[in-house]
């Protein structure tokens, strides 16, 4: 009885597959736990080791050893997660066993699935990451895998040329993936029911902030949104991107109270309009940050919160992108019922004894709200408080603390203590946080905010004024809102990399905005393609009524021609193939002749490799002709191909199977 002889992969095969595993496991690195990281790196460190010593072989100890890491990985991966069915335990438990998956076997079969697996795990890059860098991440794990199956049918070629083909194969492909990406209809959500945890890990504003957690944003160079002006930008002092407004407070942390949705704004805008496109980045929540104060929208598809914010329908999950109006002349809360300006007097019934004490010798001998708010300007512009990124920890009271203790803070101690002295003296007043200012990318001219733009000032309520802003931060650091938070920093303080002085970080700051700049043309037109941009697109081609059924019919009819085209070229082409077939013809008829005829769905590879098991003295002539008519018939076009043609020839009329 014939043994069954397992095939090995080629070495370039199973190389191939290692590079493959490695570009596409590192950039999930960045979202995976540290010790998912470090178990993929040794397992492809353990795999390079034995491709050096004795790749092909696994006997039942490594087997064993394979699955006793597997059920490792999986139990490690429910104790640190709570669970399995998720987005980031799924990743961690993928991206692990496509490094096991090297070291378990080194059959075709086995390359083939790892190869599927890695392309699933280059699709799910675009689960955290829609960017041009996770493009190109995937796009270069995608080329690795072609190479991958090309080496598998061509064991000897050189590493170039394999490139080369995988690039050429994906460059065919490039027509069907425009015609797809332009027809195919968009779909409100994802294809698929996501996970739970889908959404988890964005960064961004909180409802809800203590001492310390704005001043932790301050650190991150995270782009938080974009703002593309039609006119001129708006001077600084007018650069207050609204997020949460907060009027509940503990003592200690402040929190967003409920806000009404409503359909129109609940006030009358006022004066100039700044018009402008706003690109908000992603944080989960449905505020979408306009600036103060957005006009009436048209589509219908935002709503206004009863403390003057812009929300979303659905939390932000995607990138989204407005045109909007300004009018930051407007008056609002002229008209505030009794229960919101008493909400916002509202304040623990004990602490902050020494703030308390303050705020009743200023207001000793006025009740009037213009007086006292001059009054505690005047005390926070003459008591030397300091503005830091690294304000100290504040652990009882840290209203008391900042004010009189510490005495140095970052923008929530500020408009904290400020609003805190204010509801104190009975004038109604509350936290709004959000961003001010922004940089200007110098090559497209976008305006940038930073989750290091993260601010937070103060809101009061005046008589015959309505709420009136009041940022308390720039009487410690003017330049904060003038110049941004690196310029209100005091001389000597640590700054982040890119907010540091010099010719190297002014380097490394036009190499960002050219980087940028090119991301936000992807957010633009391949990100930001979406069913309006589609409908508009088909309907400047002459389609009225762009619905699924018509984008089914030009997605068919499409893909169709492409097809058509490329049979057409197909068949013009000068093929060599001539000669080729009757030489391949030739070879099965002797072949034949041995009771070795080719079957019909038999490729010249997979039928060397039978007639090599039937033939072992041949077995070498046998390969090196199927070889050679493959790389001809399949391979790229080659300068000398009428010589090779010719020596394949020379070795089939030499050759004999008898």
Excluded at 79 to 93: L, T, W
Excluded at 563 to 587: E, I, K, V, Y
Excluded at 589 to 597: I, K, V
Aim: with cysteine; glycine share 8%; hydrophobic share 50%.
């Amino acid at each position: 009885m014939a043994r069954n002889v397992r095939r090995v992969a080629p070495r370039a095969a199973s190389l191939w597959l290692f590079a493959t595993a490695l570009v596409t496991v590192v950039p999930h690195m960045a979202y995976l736990p540290l010790w998912t990281s470090g178990a993929c790196a040794l397992l492809l460190a353990w795999h390079l080791a034995r491709a050096r010593s004795d790749g092909a072989r696994t006997d039942r100890v490594h087997r064993l050893a394979m699955l006793l890491v597997a059920l490792a990985v999986a139990l490690a991966v429910r104790m640190d997660f709570g669970y399995f069915f998720g987005k980031a335990p799924g990743i961690a438990m993928l991206a692990t066993l496509l490094c096991l998956k090297l070291l378990e076997g080194n059959s075709p079969r086995d390359v083939r699935a790892g190869v599927l697996l890695a392309f699933f795990l280059q699709l799910a890059l675009f689960f955290d990451d829609q960017t041009l860098m996770a493009a190109l991440f995937a796009l270069g794990g995608a080329l690795c895998a072609a190479a991958t199956m090309l080496a598998l049918e061509d064991p000897e070629p050189s590493p170039w040329r394999t490139l080369r083909s995988g690039a050429t194969l994906m460059l065919q492909a490039l027509p069907f993936l425009i015609v797809l990406f332009m027809l195919f209809p968009r779909l409100p959500g994802p294809l698929w029911g996501m996970p739970r945890d889908a959404w988890e890990g964005m960064t961004g504003l909180s409802e809800e902030m203590a001492p310390g957690s704005i001043a932790e944003l301050g650190l991150s160079s995270e782009i938080a949104l974009r703002a593309d002006f039609s006119d001129a930008l708006p001077p600084p002092s007018q650069r207050y991107w609204r997020g949460p407004v907060l009027s509940e407070f503990d003592g200690r942390v402040w929190r967003m109270a409920r806000n009404a949705r409503l359909a129109q704004p609940a006030y009358a805008p006022a004066g100039p309009a700044i018009d402008y496109v706003l690109t908000v980045e992603p944080h989960n929540k449905r505020w979408l940050l306009a600036l103060d104060f957005p006009g009436a929208a048209s589509d219908g598809e935002v709503a206004y919160g009863s403390e003057y914010t812009l929300l979303a329908e659905r939390p932000l999950r995607t990138r989204a992108q407005l045109a909007l109006q300004a009018y930051p002349e407007t008056v609002v809360g002229l008209a505030e019922s009794p229960a919101v300006l008493d909400a916002a007097t509202r304040l623990p019934e004990s602490g902050s004894p020494r703030t308390r004490a303050l705020v009743a010798e200023l207001a000793a001998d006025t009740d009037d709200a213009s007086q006292i708010l001059d009054r505690v300007l005047a005390w926070f512009s003459t008591n030397a408080l300091t503005y830091t990124l690294a304000p100290p920890l504040l652990e009882d009271d840290p209203v008391d603390e900042f004010l009189f203790d510490a005495r140095s803070g970052f923008c929530e101690h500020f408009s904290s203590a400020f609003v805190f002295m204010m509801r104190a003296a009975g004038v109604p007043a509350r936290v709004v946080t959000g961003y001010q200012g922004g940089t200007v990318n110098r090559v497209d001219g976008t305006l940038v905010v930073r989750q290091s733009d993260a601010h937070a000032w103060a809101e009061l309520w005046l008589p015959g004024r309505g709420w009136v802003r009041v940022d308390p931060t720039a009487l410690a650091a003017p330049s904060r809102i003038e110049s941004g938070v690196s310029a209100a920093l005091p001389a000597g303080e640590t700054r982040p990399l890119m907010m540091r002085e010099g010719v190297a970080a002014e380097a490394l700051r036009a190499l960002r905005d050219r980087w940028e700049a090119l991301g936000n043309a992807w957010n633009r037109n391949v990100v930001g393609y979406d069913r309006q941009r589609q409908g508009d697109l088909l309907q400047e081609l002459g389609v009225e009524r762009p619905d699924w059924r018509t984008l089914a019919i030009a997605l068919g009819a499409g893909l169709g021609l492409l097809m058509l085209a490329l049979l057409a070229w197909a068949l013009h082409q000068r093929r060599p193939g001539d000669d080729l077939d009757r030489l391949w013809r030739r070879f099965g008829a002797r072949l034949a002749r041995r009771g070795l005829a080719r079957l019909p769905s038999e490729g010249p590879i997979d039928y060397a490799e039978r007639v090599a098991q039937a033939l072992p003295e041949r077995a070498r002539e046998v390969r090196v002709i199927a070889r050679s008519y493959a790389r001809l018939r399949y391979g790229p076009p080659s300068a000398n191909a009428a010589a090779l043609t010719r020596e394949l020839a020379q070795r089939i009329r030499e050759f004999s199977p008898q």
